[in-house]
């Protein structure tokens, strides 16, 4: 969606304000003192390795974990898994501009004994992401391909891609060529698991198409995001 960007440059390194994307989600982990982390990486792999290198002049460890073909964001999961052990894992995409607070997120998906938890954000219309309907105690009932209405007393909310995962997760994960949204979280929700939404406050933005790149850059010139 960002070509011709994206020709000879990975989306994670596409300069916003004079910085690579993906270094504003490193510094928003580290932030939350999340600093051990693994990055999967497809498309113009050793870019991204050489400019991020072991990640210590950022702060943090680098494990890299490579996709072959694109196998699905659950897919990415599980060849990445060998690198994870048996550890609450947060995943998060590195096209985002986000100040949402991953600290009270895993507070909360702790608190709820959560297998699962997806942040939510309504800073948006949740239709043009897919809606995503969260009961009272914050427990997912109804999600994104789900066509029934969703319940009024069902707040409605999106997705952002992040989220708290625990290792049994993985027993869900079918195969490699599978993803997270269009299969592993709905079977999760049909096995009636303790699958929860985080409904996170503050700026998020998506950066995969060439408008939205640029309200970002606006944003951040502006002051309207907090950066890390």
Known sequence: RLRPLTFRKPKALIPLAGRPVIEYVIALLKHHHITDLVINLYH?????????????????????????ELYGTAGALLEAKKYLGDKTILVINSDILTEIDLSQTVKFHRQKKALATLVLSQNQDPSNYGVIGVDVVGRIRTFLDDKSESPAFLTKAFYTGISVLEP?????????????????????????????????????????????????????????????
């Open 168 to 228: 049994p997760v993985f027993d869900y994960i079918s195969s490699r060529f599978s993803g997270l949204g269009d299969e592993v979280f709905p079977k999760m929700l049909k096995a009636n698991e303790p699958v929860y939404g985080y409904l996170a406050a503050g700026y998020w933005l998506d950066l995969g198409t060439p408008e939205r790149l640029a309200q970002a850059e606006k944003d951040v010139q502006e002051g309207k995001v907090k950066i890390f």
């Open 44 to 68: 113009l792999p050793q870019q991204i390795e050489r400019h991020l290198a072991d990640g210590s002049a950022f702060g943090v460890k680098i494990t890299y974990s490579f996709e072959e």
